[in-house]
């Protein structure tokens, strides 16, 4: 009589460990993925811009357009708040109607929200609008927001 625990199974009191793959075999199939590696380069490229706004962007404010702090502030943490949570609650129900991530439908709303978030990104250093920049930063927080959630679903499930 045998128990499976994982890949590990009890038999007569020993244990013995199912082959499967080797750990050089499983890295060459995540690193041959090409979906899983331009969704992690994307995922990436997202943390690293939602991160430079977050620590720079207030400063940015401040300096940039002559803003006093305290409005900086405040209009920054109600931004930081409600962006990207609206965006992933938004994403969320939207995509789940959808069929779910792994739908191609939801997955080509996914590409033209990323589309939107790096629209919303490109034009801020150009101008010269406050509001402008700041509502830029609302969008480029919210569409991330968005499709966080969905592509790192996708991602996950791209490798076995």
């Not at 020993?14 to 993925?33: C, D, M, T, W």
């Not at 940015?60 to 900086?72: I, K, R, S, Y």
């Not at 609206?86 to 792994?102: H, P, R």
């Not at 709303?109 to 990104?121: G, K, R």
Request: hydrophobic fraction near 50%; glycine fraction near 10%.
């Amino acid at each position: 009589m045998a128990n499976s625990i994982g890949s590990m199974s009890l038999m007569s009191g020993s244990f013995h460990q199912e082959r499967g793959p080797s750990f050089l075999a499983r890295i060459k199939g995540v690193v041959s993925n090409v979906t899983f590696l331009c969704l992690c380069l994307v995922l990436t490229g997202f943390f690293l811009v939602v991160t430079g706004i977050q620590y720079w962007a207030s400063d940015f404010l401040v300096e940039v357009f002559g803003e006093d702090h305290a409005t900086v502030s405040i209009y920054f943490s109600i931004t930081c708040f409600t962006g990207p949570i609206s965006g992933v609650i938004v994403g969320g129900i939207i995509t789940s109607k959808m069929g779910g991530y792994n739908t191609k439908k939801a997955q080509k709303l996914q590409v033209i929200m990323s589309t939107c978030a790096l629209l919303c990104a490109l034009p801020i250093p150009f101008l010269e609008s406050y509001d402008a920049v700041a509502t830029l930063f609302w969008g480029l927080l919210f569409f991330g927001g968005f499709v966080l959630p969905p592509l790192t679903g996708i991602m996950i499930n791209t490798v076995p």
